[in-house]
């Protein structure tokens, strides 16, 4: 497909749906979490989702090497992507689904700010500064309201703390070789080594099962194929078509869509705090990603989706 210049309607209904997959992921997580450990579960999604792309790459013709000079970058990908979803899982076994997504795609936040004083023409603009600071208003927000007794304050903090993994993803991608590397082998080095280290890890975080059903399974297997696999791939085909910060304008409305499945699906009891975090959450990702030119193409690429 040749490349567009900005989102036309296709674009703009995959982007929607894809937005939707990763908000019903969310709640897919957190019924997962009643029959299998976080942690292990997470390992699991990372070891099915390398053999899908192993697979696919393989099929494409993308070629899977291991240059020593990208190893150090490499492995520091794993580490971050292992270390973003023990948080997340974790945080969705301690708290509910609609503050934990609030807090993880504050990610933008975390990264702007960072950016602002590691990433030369990364400087916050007013237009940004004012973003930043309607999202961290949100955060805030939430981290304060601690009513409804469905929430613990270690969940929310491990959502943030997730978030801060994401946001060093995007950061190690652009500070380190590894940005020479093609996007399926950034993938590949953090699905494969997160794998490794998940697994190795989950024993010290209790029972592997939690007497899993079928549904347990049916949810795992669309962490794997839908969401590790091909969710990862399909977020590749959208950035070779559209510009990648019109994909990351979208990423405002994956926090929306899990609030509202968390109401709807899990019955998850929804303040005027939890709308007004969310509400100043997604309109300070908005201001954050009006940007213009290449930086705002790379960092938007480097982000990823979840």
Known sequence: MERKTSIDAAGAV??????IVLAFNQVVVKLGNTGFQPVFMAGIRSAGGVIILTIWMIARGVPIRFPRVYTASGLLLGL???FEFICLF????????????????SMPVILSLSAHFLLPGERLTPMRGLGLGLALAGVALVLADRNGGQASLLGDLAALAGACGWAGIALT???????????EMQLWWQLSVSAVILLALAPF????TRDPGFWHFAGLSFQIVVVAGFGFLFW???????????VASFSFLSPVISVLL????????????????????????VLINRRGGKARHRQAEQAGPV
């Open 14 to 19: 995959m982007l929607v749906g894809f937005a």
């Open 80 to 82: 971050l992507f292992a």
């Open 90 to 105: 974790w945080a969705l076994d301690h708290t509910t689904v609609a503050r934990a997504s609030i807090l993880f795609y």
């Open 173 to 183: 991608v652009r500070l380190t070789r590894v940005s020479e590397q093609v996007p």
């Open 205 to 208: 975080f209790g029972p592997l």
């Open 236 to 246: 590749l085909f959208l950035l070779k078509i559209y510009p990648a910060s019109g």
């Open 262 to 285: 968390g109401w709807l699906l899990l019955g998850e009891q929804i303040g005027p705090q939890v709308f007004g975090a969310l509400l100043l959450v997604a309109v300070g990702i």
